[in-house]
């Protein structure tokens, strides 16, 4: 089939790339020129495991380009993906106008039937104002086009496996033809197809986030608790994620959730609700909780240092989660920027497998970036992990414990056994399990 990805961003690229490798001919138009140059050099602009591959075996079989021209993509493609990004509106809000950009420019060089297919994720009823607007801008209104939903469940870090591993594809149509392409598109990945109308795509997206960010706000509760009592929270994880009813994914409790989805995403559907006049009081809470949440590593810092003024920290890992280089909503960057201002002598200094250039953009020249793990760590008076990439959890405790001035760890994923910690003599402050000197604190306290 002929489609075209408008918005070669995580999903606009990673699924483009994936439904080239599927045999498609696919055309994937973003209006970055410079990002567009990139990959036509073969330079990634995202850091995704796989992608690369897939990009140069495709381009050469001819199935795969790259371009700033979307009048010609649309034109040459019966499918058309719209993947640009849907960030939130100071108040709260999505805001659509990229996906509002879009509709008018395909409604303005469509010709002939189309499918319009919209992956963003965007609020319900979003699938209707495409149509009217496509519609309007339509130069030969004799053309007919359908609209369809089809969300992106994929997780920056593994999306080309989600891609052709996921557990479901739903697709939100409103025609016959529309569900008969979209399903013959999809059905080489041999996985369960919900075919369903279009606004319930559009919600189930928004659902699926929230129920996800609800899980793990709930275990950073618990996590909570766990502490004051000296109980420990990977236990506890286990214990109720092994039922089948509760599952064990998304409970590792930690410094709450960043990324491009989750915070906006919660947000864009407490807004919904709101303006359909239904107050979602469990999902803002939701919210709430993780609102501060970063703050746990810094407290504990505190804790152990005192006056962080003249004190040298180490931060490890900046993205919001290992395997990509995305820094959007990142808790590394509100903790850096809270230190900051809080301690105007600290010394940071951070370190990351992939995300230093994307902070470096952040946040500038205020912080030490340095080329290894060891040589941030190195003299430090603690070391804070934020985000758990393996080549952090695997420097082990002893190389921690060797090049840091004082051994203080603060660890906001749980990635060391605190036991071992403590027969080290490292001071291990994790999440909802404390060593048994913390725990010894805390019944102190109770
Ligand atoms: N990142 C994720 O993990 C993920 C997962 C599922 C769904 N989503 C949703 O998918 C959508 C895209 O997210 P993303 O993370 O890929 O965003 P992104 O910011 O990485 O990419 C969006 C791209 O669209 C391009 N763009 C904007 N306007 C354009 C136009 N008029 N024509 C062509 N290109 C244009 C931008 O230049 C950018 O490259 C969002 O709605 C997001 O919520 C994201």
């Known amino acids: 089939m002929k489609l075209a990805v408008i918005g070669t961003g995580y999903v606009g690229l990673t699924s483009g790339v994936c439904f080239a490798e599927m045999g498609n001919d696919v055309i994937c138009v973003d209006i970055e020129a410079q990002k567009i140059e990139q990959l036509n050099l073969g330079i990634m602009p995202i850091y995704e495991p796989g ?21 010609e993509a649309i034109k040459a493609s019966e499918i058309i993906i719209i993947a640009v990004g849907t960030p939130s509106l100071p108040d709260g809000d999505v805001d659509l106008s990229y996906v509002h950009t879009v509709a008018r420019q395909i409604g303005s060089c469509m010709n002939g039937y189309k499918v319009i297919v919209n992956k963003s994720t965007v609020p319900v009823g979003t699938a209707d104002k495409v149509r009217e607007i496509i519609s309007n801008n339509l130069v030969d209104k004799t053309i007919s086009f359908d609209m369809a939903s089809v969300p992106e469940f994929l997780k920056e870090g593994s999306a080309i496996e989600d891609f052709f591993h996921t557990d479901r594809i739903v697709i939100g149509v409103d025609s016959d033809v529309a569900k008969n392409l979209l399903v013959n598109l999809h059905e080489p990945l041999n996985t369960n197809i919900q075919v369903t109308d279009i606004r319930s795509a559009e919600l189930i997206k928004y659902a699926a986030n929230s129920f996800l960010a609800m899980k793990i706000s709930f275990i950073n509760e618990i996590a909570n608790i766990a502490e004051l009592v000296g109980a420990d929270i990977s236990e506890i994880a286990a214990g109720i994620g092994s039922d089948s009813r509760i599952g064990r994914k998304f409970l590792k409790a930690g410094i709450g959730f960043g990324g491009a989805c989750f915070p906006k995403d919660t947000i864009g559907l407490v807004k919904t609700a709101e303006n359909l006049g239904h107050e979602f009081k469990l999902l803002q809470e939701v919210i709430n909780v993780n609102e501060y949440r970063y703050r746990t590593l810094i407290n504990k810092l505190e804790d152990e240092l005192q006056d962080l003024n003249y004190k040298s920290i180490a931060i490890l890992g900046l993205s919001f989660k290992p395997n990509t280089n995305d820094i959007r909503e990142a808790p590394s960057i509100k903790i850096i920027s809270e230190l900051l201002i809080k301690y105007p002598k600290i010394t940071i200094k951070v370190y990351d ?19 290894t793990l060891q040589e941030a760590v190195f003299e430090c008076d603690a070391a804070m992990i934020v985000t758990e990439w393996e080549e952090i959890v695997s420097f082990g405790l002893d190389n921690y414990k060797k090049y840091l001035k004082q051994p203080v760890i603060i660890d906001g994923r749980n990635c060391f056994n605190p036991l071992e910690a403590s027969k080290l003599n490292i001071v291990y402050r994790s999440i909802g399990r404390e060593t048994p000197v913390n725990n010894l604190k805390v019944l102190e306290r109770l």
Do not use: H, W
């Open 51 to 71: 992608v690369d591959e897939i990009v140069s075996r495709n381009r050469v079989a001819g199935r795969l380009q790259f371009t700033t021209d979307i009048i």
């Open 353 to 371: 497998p992939v995300a230093m250039e994307a902070v470096k953009q952040e946040l500038g020249d205020k912080l030490y970036y340095c080329v």
